[in-house]
């Protein structure tokens, strides 16, 4: 079987012509918020730089500054990701069944696979 590239991107686009209002509102509630709020809410990662003459003790302090960020930003990051990829089971449900679910339907099957998604 030989794939044709410009017939995928074809029809994805007469998919998402037909159905960019739906589309746009799932993308954006569960895909495009998320990061955002990451970006605005969320600080920067402290930038790590090991250099062969630091001690441990200065090895020791930054591993406490990235640990103290992670405590205290990682659940921002964890709560981003649930929900992309939620959003992401629940466009696939809605394109990728062959019954066309509507979307309390698609997003039930995501809450369905959510936990066998994340275990891959």
Known sequence: MKLNVIRVLNDAWALFRGDADLLIRIASVFMFIPQLALLLIVPPMPSIVLTADMTETEQRALAQVLADW?????????????LVQFGTLALLALYLRRDRPDVRTAMAGAVARFPASCSQ
Request: aromatic fraction near 8%.
């Open 70 to 82: 992670i405590a205290a930003n990682g659940g921002w990051h964890l709560a981003a990701t649930i």
